[in-house]
């Protein structure tokens, strides 16, 4: 496996996966999200560009743009001529929106699918789901 690891804003370690199903440009994509997500990157803030992006992690410009350019696609980013892309000031709430519709419900199928395959009932996967954040309390997390 090949990985690519840099520490972002925040000082968190970003690792994107060369030798996985997901597209590099669309883990760039994924990575702007999260630090726009988590606070790194505000509204109407310039982002990276795709050479700073690009010689981040030493990839290719051109897939660095595509990640880009899906932001720029979804308005979560906008471009300003000669200047570069900025977060758009709604692109926050538009990124927390996409990952609940996609990302959590896909998680929850797939979630109440093995435990259907497992035998969990109903009650114990809500049990098992609230209980979920004082075992994070617990190891540290």
């Known amino acids: 496996m090949h990985y690519i690891t840099l520490k972002d804003k925040g000082g968190e370690a970003v690792i994107l996966d060369t030798d996985g199903m997901k597209p590099i440009y669309v883990q760039i994509?994924?990575?702007?999200?999260?630090?726009?997500?988590?606070g790194n990157i505000g509204s109407d803030e310039k982002i990276y560009s795709q050479y700073q992006l690009a010689d981040m992690f030493n990839i290719n410009p051109a897939t660095a743009a595509k990640g880009l350019n899906i932001?720029?696609?979804e308005n979560i980013v906008y471009k300003k001529r000669g200047l570069?892309?900025?977060?758009?000031?709604n692109g926050k709430a538009m990124i927390l929106k996409k990952r609940k519709n996609q990302t959590l419900k896909k998680m929850i199928f797939e979630l109440v699918r093995e435990g259907k395959r497992l035998g969990v009932s109903r009650d114990e996967l809500i049990d098992m789901i609230e209980t979920a954040p004082n075992q994070w309390e617990e190891e540290g997390s």
């Open 29 to 38: 994509a994924e990575w702007l999200e999260t630090e726009i997500l988590s």
């Open 71 to 73: 932001l720029a696609d």
């Open 84 to 89: 570069g892309m900025f977060v758009s000031p």
